[in-house]
């Protein structure tokens, strides 16, 4: 009888397993770094469009002045949703965690937001 090789930090996971673990850490850094840079480029279109400068404005009425930011956020918004359960995804992966529920449920709940995005 052969007996399978397992991993130190978890007996159920394969040797293997650690390398896709650290892969799983790096993509989640990248999202975050992905997810915070879009908060704030989101942020600052709204930041500018809400602005009251006639320069950047010009002529606009209040209705498009104020629904502008919408317009951004609706845009953008899903991508940023998308990019936080995603990050949400591979923090899962990284644990070990790799189809449990929270798992598929982030996975599904972007798979939805990037569809619809």
Do not use: D
Not at 2 to 11: A, G, I, Q, Y
Not at 45 to 53: D, E, K, M, Q
Not at 83 to 94: D, E, K, T
Request: proline share 7%; with cysteine; aromatic share 10%.
């Amino acid at each position: 009888m052969l007996k399978p090789s397992l991993s130190p930090t978890n007996p159920q996971l394969s040797p293997g397993f650690e390398r896709a673990r650290r892969i799983s850490r790096i993509i989640s850094i990248l999202l975050a770094i992905a997810f915070w840079s879009m908060l704030l480029v989101l942020a600052f279109l709204c930041g500018v469009a809400l602005w009251p400068h006639e320069a950047a404005i010009g002529a606009m009425s209040p209705g498009v002045h104020l629904g502008l930011p919408f317009a951004y956020f609706l845009s953008i918004g899903p991508v940023v949703v998308a990019l936080h359960y995603g990050q949400r995804v591979f923090i899962h992966f990284a644990h070990g965690e790799v189809f449990s529920t929270a798992t598929v449920a982030h996975i599904r709940l972007s798979a939805l937001l990037i569809s619809r995005g």
